[in-house]
């Protein structure tokens, strides 16, 4: 990965947001991106098509869109242009050997982490939202796949691996190299905040806050302690790719 030549701010100088400021634009996008969720996913049910399929579709109509749009409008505020410049930091750069030896065991620990924490996401999910419409319900395709058309699946597989790509990007520019610098909370807190909030934001998720976080939590302070969003945006798209490489093997 090539180092970024622009200097980065430093971390001592940077103004920070308010709490109610770091909450918001943590929270408010989720908002944005469930109820599009929602609508969508009302709409394409009568067709048959999965939830996962409007979910799909939602990032590509609202999700990527909101996150990008508000990075610009940030960086319009700040540098009266539409740049971003001095909006996305932690950029610091590494060598190819330190990625080598970073990204590896992070990623081997989420995946790890995700299988393992699964079975507890699914008893949330049964026990406290146990009247979460079987419409909204993203674990209806994993089920049972074969109740949908194969054209519907791998129209599923093909827009999973492209978003698999561009929504890790996008999430971990807006959340890790945007929001992370500027938590009103000091270096050994901001990891955990960043963790949490970014795990609330997932609205049409809510019984996986716990697992994502715990998964998230190693990433975060690796990209804080080095400065660099490259980690979790390598580890973000390999983590998604190998649930994607598993649905199309499912």
């Known amino acids: 990965m090539k180092p970024d030549p622009t200097p980065t701010i430093k971390q001592t100088t940077l103004p920070r947001f308010s709490v109610a400021q770091t909450i918001l634009y943590h929270l408010l996008p989720g908002v944005f991106i469930a109820l599009v969720f929602v609508a969508l996913a009302r709409f394409t049910n009568p067709f048959g098509w999965p939830p996962s399929l409007a979910l799909l579709l939602t990032w590509l109509v609202a999700g990527i869109p909101i996150l990008v749009g508000f990075l610009f409008y940030y960086g319009r505020q700040q540098n009266g242009a539409l740049s971003l410049n001095g909006v996305l930091l932690y950029r610091q750069p590494l060598l190819w050997h330190q990625y080598a030896g970073l990204v590896p065991p992070l990623l081997a620990w989420a995946a790890l982490a995700s299988m393992l924490l699964y079975p507890l996401g699914e008893s949330i999910q049964r026990h406290l939202f146990g009247g979460w419409p079987s419409w909204l319900n993203l674990s209806t395709l994993a089920l049972d796949p074969t109740q949908y058309p194969p054209a519907v699946l791998w129209t599923i597989v093909a827009l999973s691996t492209v978003l698999n790509i561009a929504v890790p990007i996008t999430e971990e520019l807006y959340f890790r190299s945007f929001l992370l610098p500027r938590i009103p909370a000091s270096s050994r807190w901001a990891p955990f905040?960043?963790?949490?909030?970014?795990?609330?934001?997932?609205?049409?998720?809510?019984?996986?806050?716990?697992?994502?976080?715990?998964?998230?939590?190693?990433?975060?302070?690796?990209?804080?302690?080095?400065?660099?969003?490259?980690?979790?945006?390598?580890?973000?798209?390999?983590?998604?790719?190998?649930?994607?490489?598993?649905?199309?093997?499912?």
């Open 193 to 250: 905040w960043s963790s949490l909030l970014f795990s609330l934001y997932h609205f049409w998720l809510p019984w996986d806050v716990l697992g994502r976080m715990i998964t998230l939590l190693p990433v975060v302070y690796v990209v804080q302690w080095k400065r660099n969003v490259y980690i979790s945006i390598l580890v973000h798209c390999l983590l998604n790719l190998l649930g994607t490489i598993a649905l199309a093997l499912w």
